[in-house]
């Protein structure tokens, strides 16, 4: 036999759908103590509830579309081919008539014979333009107006943080949405120049979304976030143990970071000494040091001209400042002791493995571990390089 249902088993499965439309229609579920048919079912199938829905609905439909009715009992499609068809028939313009509902219904049916449900659901989707193509292009903006207004009312944005060191990012955009994320990210999500790129599509894609907003946080186009003072991450660690290199951080939002991504947020971050009593008290509050901004800045970014890293493309405004000494460590704000970054290889000269340092000519070069070249011989990024 073919992909459809033998006769005797569609048979089966309309039969079961003229016993459900009965018990629903006789009430016969709630005479029984069940809240609804759909529940009645899924205790006494042993299906999911979603399952026992979508054969209630499809019970009433064939109960009001006899032709449909009729294709199922004789095997002419199956019942996910049914589903599709009575979806498809409910959804058209409410004005439409009798008779061109039924030749929609019709054609259908008769396209069945030759596509799965996904196509078939493609199928229905354009019906209209078949049945009456004079009212096709009114009902379909009509429809779209309906997807675009419950899309929007639909919206959503959720970060819910695991309590093992992930947080979730969930939501709902509508398309207009969806395509102006989809440019910002997209850029940033192709795979690094380096022959030996570890991420993932997924994790190339969460990146590109932390780098857009890390980008967005050190502009000057967003509001301010509260006391007149701009978008801000606050982290707070003792400096002793942010020198020793021990310190764990603590952000606002209540999540903690490990010392290497705090020594790395301070690569190049407004820091802001504080004096706290035993209880967490603030006692007295330093002026804050803006690190590698201004002249500085744009010395570095003449000099390295993006991202400093082997094969990276990322351009400056991409970039982090990144003190080759650590400024907890004593390294000095100076051109001589700064390299620019991209904040996915910031990340990597934090971990430990890539050392960077300044070399002839005064150009940042990078010595890679030995697992990548047993030699650990210099590189240099040469993608910025003029020639």
């Known amino acids: 036999m073919s992909g459809r249902d033998s006769p005797d088993h569609t048979n089966h499965h309309a039969t079961e759908l003229h016993l459900i439309r009965e018990i629903d229609g006789r009430g016969l579920s709630v005479a029984h103590g069940s809240s609804s048919t759909a529940v ?4 006494r199938l042993r299906i999911s509830i979603h399952t026992a829905k979508r054969s209630v609905a499809l019970a009433q439909a064939v ?3 006899p032709a449909l009715d009729a294709a199922l009992v004789a095997g002419t499609l199956n019942v996910e081919q049914a589903t599709v068809v009575a979806a498809a028939t409910q959804g058209l313009p409410t004005d439409l008539g009798p008779e061109l509902v039924d030749k929609a219904e019709a054609v259908l049916i008769g396209q069945a014979t030759e596509f799965e449900p996904a196509i078939l659901r493609k199928a229905g989707e354009r019906i209209l333009a078949h049945v009456a193509p004079e009212l096709a292009d009114a009902a379909d903006a009509a429809a779209l107006r309906r997807l675009e207004a419950r899309a929007w009312q639909g919206r959503a944005f959720q970060l ?11 939501g709902w955009l509508d398309e207009a949405g969806a395509a102006t994320v989809d440019a910002a990210i997209d850029p940033l999500c192709a795979p690094r120049h380096d022959n030996d790129e570890p991420r993932t599509p997924a994790q190339r894609r969460a990146d590109a979304l932390v780098e857009v907003c890390d980008l967005a946080t050190r502009g000057d186009h967003l509001p301010d976030s509260g006391g007149g003072q701009r978008p801000h991450v606050v982290v707070t660690v003792p400096f ?6 021990l310190g764990a951080g603590m952000l606002d939002t209540g999540g903690r970071l490990s010392p290497p991504q705090v020594r790395q947020l301070a690569c190049d971050a407004h820091l802001i000494p504080a004096v706290l009593g035993g209880d967490g008290q603030v ?10 901004t201004g ?22 405004r991409w970039c982090h400042g990144h003190h080759i000494r650590a400024w907890a460590d004593g390294g000095p704000t100076t051109l001589d002791n700064s390299v620019l970054l991209c904040g996915y290889h910031h990340g990597v000269i ?3 493995h890539w050392a960077v340092r300044l070399g002839a000519g005064g150009l940042p070069e990078f010595v890679p571990p030995a697992h990548v070249d047993p030699g650990r011989r210099p590189r240099r990024n040469l993608y910025h390089r003029r020639t």
Do not use: K, S, Y
């Open 240 to 245: 002793d143990l942010l020198d020793r290199q």
């Open 160 to 170: 819910t943080r695991q309590g093992d060191g992930r947080v979730r990012v969930t």
């Open 283 to 292: 006692l007295d509050l330093g002026r804050g040091r803006r690190l590698i």
């Open 40 to 43: 009645w079912l899924r205790e």
């Open 295 to 316: 002249p500085l800045r744009r010395a570095l970014e003449v000099r390295d001209r993006g991202c400093a890293f082997p094969g990276c493309d990322r351009p400056p």
């Open 63 to 65: 109960d009001h579309r």
């Open 350 to 352: 934090h971990r430990g």
